[in-house]
Structure formats: C-alpha cells, structure tokens
C-alpha cells in the first residue's frame, strides 16, 4: 500500500507499538516525524527507520511543548496528511491495580493529561493544517477496556474512553474536509514494556484469554493502522476497530 507523498505523524514514536508504527509507515513510502519527550532517543530512532524520518522532542501534556513543536513542522512541512495519537501514560502497577474509591485524583488527572487531554491538544492543531488542504486521516490509540470496561486500570479505560469520543467527533464534524478518524481498540500487545510490566503468570493468563489464545504482535497493529491511513477506507469514518483476538466482539 503506497503512502507515498504523505507527511505522518507519531506521538510516542520512539518505542514499542509507537516505532513499529512509524517503521510501517515509513516503509509503505510515507514522511514520518516521531517524537518523544526524551530528546535522547529521536536520532536512534530515525536512523534506524533510515527512510524519510525526522524527529522532535514533544510532551503532549504541556502546553509549551505542543506550542513549539507545531511552529516547528509548520516551518519544514507543508502540511500534515495522517496523525496516530500513540502517546500514552505508562503502566504502573500501583495505579492498575486500585480500586476506583482507591484513586487519587492526581494520578488520574496524570494519566488524562498524556492520553486524553495531550491527545486533544495535538488534535486540535493538527486539525488547522488539515482543514487548509482539505484532507486528513487521524487514528487514536485506544484500548478494549475503554469499550467493554475492566476490574482494572479505570484511570486508562476513561481516558481511553475520552479518545473514542474524541473520534466520533473528528469524523462528524471535519467529514466535509475529507478529514477521517479511527480509534483503534488494543488487547494485550506483546509489546517490551508490557511484558517488562506483568508477571509471568499474568502474561500466560492474558494470552488464553482471547479466542486466539495468543498476545497480538506490534506489527500486526501497524499493519491494520498503515490500512487505515492509505486509500483502502475512504468511505469509513469514525469507527472504532478493535484488535484483540477476539476477545471483545460487537
């Protein structure tokens, strides 16, 4: 599938499912700019894309950051055709496992800040630049339990929530800018930091719990995300696609 021509964007872009997604589009021809709030990684990063690959230093959740970042690609790029919200607050044991009665409001306000609320601020710019072309395609990284809900992790689900709405309300309000938006619902994803995260036992659990009996590779979300973002669904917005293996089935 050929992206190429196409400027894409990656938030958290330096890891796991984020540079999968990057090294996907990169190879099916598109300009990529990954960012991370660790400066560090963006130069390993992009030579190890080794395509049209460039890479800025953003925190979604500070304001400042997001300010900069937007001059910045609006100086070296033209526009911005595709946008994948990936950045997310990491997994803490602490918090997953509370109880809602449990939570402090800080700790969810921290994981609302990246997800959610960092997720609408690059949206919110990005939607500028792709309303002057009139074209656009934005994917948010989101998560079964946002659908189906979970004993666990309320914090993420909610903020994971958020973001399905958020892409309700790209698709029906920018559709007439040929402007497109996809959630993509994750299952458990055999990713380095969430195997780093759950104990053994756990991993074996969540591998026998979809119908799959199997965790879900990082490429095979890229793949379905570089589909989503090419011509194959030009008259599909607003959906949520879940890829989980079968375990939450609407």
Known sequence: MSLDGKIGIVTGGTGGLGLEIARELARNGATVIVTSRKKSKLKEVCNLIDKDCYGFQLDVSKKKSLIGFIKNISKQFNNVDILINNAGF?????????????????????????DLIGSFRITKEILKLMIKRRNGVIINITSTPAISGHICGSPYSIAKAGLISLTKHIALEYGRYNIRSYSVALGDIHTDAMRRSLLK???????????MKRWGWPEEVAKSIVCLAGGNFTFSTGNTIIIDGGKVII
């Open 201 to 211: 036992s756990e991993i074996v659990k969540a591998k026998n719990e979809n119908s």
């Open 90 to 114: 990491p997994f803490v044991r602490k918090i997953w496992f509370k109880n809602i009665h449990d939570i402090s409001e800080r700790e969810l306000m921290n994981i609302l800040e990246v």
